[in-house]
């Protein structure tokens, strides 16, 4: 390698040379790389192409995941979920014992363990709503029923400026191999975040195990602020919270 000289320091490509900084050095070096076709055919890449197929695997995955739940994504803040669910999948397919490295999927791994994943970072469910919440999957009737007995004013942490919220439910039946989908989403009413007596909430939604025995549940809160008798979302939802909170596997 060699160092750079001259009071204009340079970072980038121009040419064939690299110009960058390493420990707080301005270095330049020609420009080099694998090709394509190396990468796709030198068996000393055979791990880098394993992985890459991997991550495409859990990648189209966590597309189709985002996509089944996107009416209750609206709701909330969500820049980073399709990062940090990749690598909670990435998770789930190396639980893979069937097949090989670099065929690995999620369908055949452990799905449960998307189980807690948060799409609003920032905001956690758990940290957010402290009642009980318990997931009755029924196969015969294929419903899901998202129930709990809510105390406002001491389980849930409410944000500055909300007055009310609610409660979300949605159910997704996943065919990961063949990329269909069939969800539903459940809302409960509006309860005042001041209330002191116990708000029952059950909320049900139907899933199809016909289409896949893979069924995901998520719950979430939502916060409100009532206005002259209207209720309007809050701050752009950055405090709502929606976790997926329970794998099923329909069979």
Do not use: C, W
């Not at 994504?73 to 397919?93: E, F, H, I």
């Amino acid at each position: 390698m060699a160092r750079q000289k001259g009071i204009i320091k340079i970072q980038g490509k121009i040419g064939g040379m690299s110009f960058y900084r390493q420990n707080g050095e301005y270095l330049v070096r020609e420009a080099g790389g694998v090709s394509a076709e190396r990468m796709r055919t030198d068996p000393a890449f055979a791990r880098t192409r394993e992985n890459q197929a991997e991550f495409a695997e859990a990648g189209r995955q966590g597309k189709l995941i985002r996509t089944a739940f996107r009416n209750s994504l609206a709701g909330a803040p969500t820049g980073s979920s399709a990062a940090r669910l990749t690598q909670r999948l990435m998770k789930v397919l190396q639980a893979d014992t069937t097949n090989g490295r670099g065929e690995r999927t999620v369908a055949d791994g452990d799905l449960a363990l998307v189980t807690g994943f948060e799409f609003n970072g920032k905001a956690g469910l758990d940290s957010t709503l402290f009642s009980e919440v318990s997931l009755g999957f029924d196969d015969t009737g294929e419903e899901l029923t998202v129930s709990a007995s809510v105390v406002p004013v001491t389980d849930v942490v409410a944000p500055a400026g909300a007055t009310h919220f609610r409660v979300r439910s949605a159910v997704a039946s996943l065919d990961f191999g063949e990329g269909k989908l069939k969800s539903a989403f459940a809302v409960s009413s509006e309860f005042g975040v001041k209330e002191g007596t116990a708000q029952a909430v059950s909320l049900v939604t139907t899933y199809d195990k016909a289409l896949s025995a893979h069924t995901l549940a998520l719950v979430g809160i939502e916060f409100l602020q009532e206005v002259n008798g209207m209720m309007y979302p809050l701050r752009n939802g950055a405090f709502n919270a929606l976790q997926l909170r329970g794998y099923h596997s329909a069979v």
